[in-house]
């Protein structure tokens, strides 16, 4: 693991995220024997999203050849003359609203809410056990109308975004043709490492409002 300007890259919590000199060096290994470039390009999106969409990184190369090294300037042989002209290398913030927009890249589904009445608590730590005021805060974000719904719908970026939870949300998630999440105090039990209302509480932190469409091409 190493610390570069743009970020550390390593086996940590954000190691899909690289710095601009080990981009340079990566595209440098990779263009010569490549036959798709639009599949390189979108590759290194897929596994370096803090780099920017595809068409940014189809661009990018050029940059970071007058940052670091012009000799492999003209490397990507498929390009034109007139696809070099391009401004000065700028910093790509990470924005993983921005990357991560479609609902290709989130899975949607439904999850029961709390109920105070429930029979079935399964512990002194049950999520059916957290209270409105508890809930709020974090459902703020979905504009309900409803003040208690019985289930919530909710949008989860596909691939969980911390190791240390990973398990946890491949068991809840990861169903074939899942749309309704019944059992999570099942799932929660499994992984009593944490209570069973700090992960709905940690669910309901990373879940975003289900996305009615795309939003058009940026």
Not at 42 to 59: C, M, R, T, W
Not at 68 to 96: F, G
Not at 146 to 174: C, M, Q
Request: charged share 25%; net charge neutral.
């Amino acid at each position: 693991m190493r610390n570069y300007p743009n970020g550390i890259h390593g086996y940590v919590q954000n190691e899909m995220e690289i710095s601009d000199e080990m981009l340079y060096n990566l595209m440098v290994e990779l263009i010569p024997p490549t036959r798709n470039p639009d599949l390189l390009y979108y590759s290194i999106h897929k596994v370096f999203p803090n780099v920017g969409l595809q068409k940014e990184i189809a661009d990018i190369f050029p940059k970071l050849c007058r940052k670091y090294c012009s000799t492999h300037l003209r490397m990507e042989t498929w390009k034109k003359a007139e696809d070099y002209r391009v401004e000065p290398l700028q910093k790509i913030p990470w924005n993983i609203d921005r990357i991560m927009k479609t609902r290709r890249d989130f899975l949607a589904v439904s999850v029961k809410m709390p109920t105070e009445n429930s029979g079935d608590f399964c512990s002194e730590s049950c999520f059916h056990a957290l209270t409105d005021q508890q809930l709020k805060p974090l459902l703020k974000k979905f504009q309900l109308i409803e003040k208690s719904p019985e289930e919530l719908d909710i949008a989860v970026l596909k691939g969980a975004p911390i190791k240390w939870n990973s398990r946890f949300f491949n068991a809840l998630l990861n169903k074939k043709d899942r749309t309704v999440i019944t059992n999570f105090c099942e799932i929660a039990n499994m992984f009593p490492e944490y209570t069973c209302d700090f992960w709905f509480k940690t669910l309901l932190k990373i879940a975003k409002p289900p996305m009615e469409e795309d939003p058009a091409p940026a």
